[in-house]
């Protein structure tokens, strides 16, 4: 396994492009689905996320390849309906092709998504809103079994008790397109990656408004046909960029960061004592790495992402006085916490929040990555450590980061990649 050697660096300086969202890029992979025709995708990001969903694409018969940065997916008349166990269990996010089957194939079976080192993520609000549209579903031997004579609107409701479901909203809005009828998607989620695969799914012909809001409608079409489309900015890579140029201090010009999709991350970064300000098609960043303390909730969109909380307590542990940082989203998705505080933080778990106590310094050591966000946290913090800090586990970091390290370098950080033999 490769890991990172990260010595301490800063002050940043420069201009970075944001890569392609991973989390609009394979909801809309999956849509593809929908139709026979081929669909041309730009702006996705090669992690290895998407190589995960490629490999299971292809399993299903569709014809997928690179044409320089565009990606090319040519379901033809695909037959497959089965999502095969060794790839579903590499990544969570294979559940949405769970929706598209089911509205183009009238059945799928997808092995039920195991644990996760972030906690508990049942997929019941998927269930019952595909059943809600007509769906009969079974489990057999740890597979999801769907099927459906016939999909008609209906209202499906896709939240539970920490907020409406990301991808329970993809799975819905996906059956809706091609079900009879129009569906009510109450408590949708917000989240800008639901409005891109939205955006795309409009592009092929579906009838859809209200993307954006907590209530959708979609109007059911007899067919979708093939689109091309760019998928939107990553703003988690984004808020990453931004949250190591304030800890780092320095100037930067993070190009495609979008105001409007870090606004909650904005806010807490400007009373953390950071500047940023909109410019020339992205967000200048300036800090002079003398960071105050603050309150975090995560929250769904438009609160601050749960995706940058682990990044941001790296950053509080550095941040004067005391922090406070709850997680109402995953409240188990701490794995970070234990490494931060081998480096030196002072950290305090109580239920789902974590007092950090911000220090002078963190010292460099040996720590393990337990997810793609936890990764990047540890990378912001070996940054502004004393010594060198090897960061193993960096296989997570490949799947939803793509050329971190490679950005990080050429605005003057000190990592290195150590590859494996
Ligand atoms: C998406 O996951 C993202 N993944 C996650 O990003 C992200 O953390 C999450 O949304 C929240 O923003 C992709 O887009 C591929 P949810 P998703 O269903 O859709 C509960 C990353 O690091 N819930 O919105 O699977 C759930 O337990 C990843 O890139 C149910 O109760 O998340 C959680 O508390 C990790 N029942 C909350 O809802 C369900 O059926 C939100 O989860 C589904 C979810």
Same mark, same amino acid.
């Given at each position: 396994m490769d890991r990172f050697l990260v010595e301490r660096s800063g002050p940043l300086r420069g201009t970075v492009e944001v890569g392609g969202a991973k989390n609009a890029a394979l909801p809309i992979m999956a849509a593809c689905?929908?139709? !026979?025709e081929e669909s041309l995708l730009d702006g996705? &990001?090669?992690?290895t996320d998407v190589e995960s969903m490629l490999n299971i694409l292809r399993v299903l018969g569709v014809e997928c390849f690179w044409n320089g940065d565009t990606l090319v997916l040519r379901p033809g008349g695909y037959t497959g309906w089965t999502a095969p166990y060794e790839l579903v269990s590499l990544m969570r996010? /294979?559940?949405?092709?769970l929706g598209p089957l089911l509205a183009k194939q009238g059945r799928a079976r997808v092995p039920l998504p195991g644990g996760c080192v972030i906690g508990l993520r049942p997929i019941d609000l998927h269930l019952k809103g595909l059943q809600a549209l007509g769906a009969e579903i079974v489990m057999d031997h740890g597979d999801i079994v769907a099927r459906a004579e016939r999909l008609c609107g209906n209202t499906a409701h896709v939240a539970g008790p920490s907020g409406s479901s990301v991808l329970a909203t993809a799975n819905v809005m996906m059956v809706a397109t091609l079900a009879e009828g129009v569906t009510i998607i109450e408590q949708a989620a917000c989240e800008p990656e639901v409005v891109d695969l939205a955006n795309f799914l409009i592009a092929m012909g579906a009838k859809i408004v209200?993307?954006?809001? /907590?209530i959708m409608h979609v109007e059911g079409v007899s067919r979708l046909r093939g689109a091309r489309y760019r998928v939107i900015a990553d703003r988690i890579e984004a808020g990453t960029l931004l949250m190591a140029t304030a800890m780092l201090g320095g100037d930067v010009l993070v190009r495609g960061a979008r105001e409007d999709h870090l606004r909650a991350v904005v806010d807490k970064l400007i009373e953390a004592c950071v500047t940023i300000e909109q410019e020339d098609g992205g967000l200048r960043v300036r800090s002079t790495r003398e960071l105050k303390g603050v309150e975090v909730t995560t929250l769904p #969109? &438009?609160? #601050? &992402?749960t995706d940058l909380q682990a990044p941001m307590t790296a950053l509080m542990s550095v941040s004067r006085g005391v922090s406070l940082m709850t997680e109402?989203?995953?409240? !188990?998705? #701490?794995?970070h916490v234990p490494e931060l505080k081998r480096m030196g933080a002072q950290i305090s778990r109580e239920g789902p929040s974590a007092i950090v106590k911000g220090v002078e310094r963190l010292s460099g050591a040996p720590v393990n990555a337990s997810d793609l966000r936890a990764a990047a946290a540890l990378v912001l913090a070996g940054l502004v450590a004393e010594n060198c800090t090897e960061v193993f586990g960096i296989e997570h970091l490949d799947r939803g980061y793509a050329h971190l390290e490679q950005k990080l370098v050429s605005l003057g950080a000190r990592l290195t990649r150590e590859r494996s033999s």
């Open positions: 689905l929908l139709t !026979e996705v &990001p090669r992690v996010a /294979s559940v949405c092709v209200g993307h954006g809001t /907590s #969109f &438009p609160g #601050f &992402p109402k989203i995953y409240p !188990e998705r #701490f794995m």
